[in-house]
């Protein structure tokens, strides 16, 4: 089978300790039924402190095994900010949660494709501490079962959206708000040419000659479409008060006069092009090849979008507190947004939901907010 990852995944490793935002601080821990087998079969007087921090989720509502969380902080976290767990036990007694994160993965027919969520500080260290463009490496790995949600549909021709789409976003002789509208205009057409099709046509050579070249768009009001982004932002399921105090400031404070602002920023730090590209890429690569399963490609594109345009704005705030803008504080920002929408499939249903029914989320409007 195939197997995709983005060139930094095997750079990644664990800091643990020196974490400045602990994954084990802040969010409910779930234990996959295995793990919570295992724990409950542990001796001792750690074996006790297992059993006594876990909730067995058949008991519950929601059917989820979870570990009683200490205040705000897993119980197993120590005063170093170390996994007892693992110190006990050994790395492969954790459970598939904490195995994994910061690992997602998607998986259609034969192949596997894992991607790292910018939820992690070092994840987006490896995203933005970087100039060159991030690539996808892909080889051939043993067979293994997957398990498909339904039958996938036009897989072949969803992988080439998703491959163009990075290419597009990837191409440094335009600027990158032309990249992302021209983006739109591809996958709007693509979306087109899915909706029309029939599975088994040859419709890589239809996808393979849009023109992506946009007109102009007319300039809006960016309140009304900021309206919209708070609205849309509103509605998430809060994950942690962290959220709440960083949506509080952009729904109040956010507006063109401090997006024009730190607009200015990109004239003297050419890097805000290339971090504005690497959200794209990164957005599209982690969600598009789902839409084999809904033949979804246009909603996956719309999420991109707010994706960059939160961000961009939670940056934008951000510069204006303290009127400097450097790598570390795009990493803070993306992982602040990463953490409340990626770490709940609700958020994310809601929002592919939301769009279906925007009009600001129109694709022309998107490109014309690019434009204002």
Known sequence: MKFRVPDYYDNFKCIGGDCTDSCCIGWELDIDDESFEAYKKVKGEFGDKLRKSMVDGSDETDECNTFCLNGNRCPFLNEKNLCEIYINLGEKSLCKVCTEYPRFTVEYENTKEKSMALSCEVVGRLVFERKDKIKFIEKDIPDEEIFEECVPLFVKEIEYIRDR??????????????????????????????NEGEEGEELDVVLKNIDTTCQTPSKIDLSSFLEEVCYLLEGLYVLGKEWEEVFAEFKTKLNKEVIDEFEKCRKDNKMLDVWYENIMVYFVFRYFTKGVYDCDVISRAKFAFLGFFAIRGLAALRYKRSGRFAVNDMIIVAKTYSKEVEHSEGNIAYLMEEFLFSEEFEIENLKAVLST
């Open 165 to 194: 789409s990075v290419e597009i976003l990837q191409d440094r002789t335009k600027d990158i708000y032309d990249r992302i509208k021209s983006f739109l205009t591809f996958v709007y057409k693509a979306q087109e040419v899915i």
